[in-house]
Nanobody, 123 residues
């Protein structure tokens, strides 16, 4: 099982980025997937999650209204559209697959992780 995150980069405040996370080795259409981020010196935090069907989406308060999570199960890929980026969004972003049950924001429920992609937002 592998998750490959991509799409990070260096942008200015107010710009947009779209992250992608391609899963291989298994079909994840039945599983919740999430995005987390970790800034230097801080703990990894929840950003967004999406149910297997794509119907249910959850966001951290800090990104609500600016970020949109989506998925394409035919491509085994989850996306994170990030608009109106702020310097405080700077972090390494990780995608992950959750085991069934539990809370969408509970990092311990996510048992497969991608390698992370760096997002840097300059002011």
């Amino acid at each position: 099982v592998q998750l490959q995150a991509s799409g990070g980069g260096l942008v200015q405040a107010g710009d947009s980025l779209r992250l992608s996370c391609a899963a291989s080795g298994r079909t994840f259409s039945s599983y919740r997937m999430g995005w987390f981020r970790q800034a230097p010196g801080k703990e990894r935090e929840f950003v967004a999650a999406i149910s297997g069907s794509g119907v249910t989406r959850n966001y951290a308060d800090s990104v609500k209204g600016r970020f949109t999570i989506s998925r394409d199960n035919a491509k085994n890929t989850v996306y994170l559209q990030m608009n109106s980026l702020k310097p405080e969004d700077t972090a390494v972003y990780y995608c992950a697959v959750a085991s069934p049950g539990g809370s969408y924001y509970d990092i311990s429920r996510y048992n497969y992780w991608g390698q992370g992609t760096q997002v840097t937002v300059s002011s």
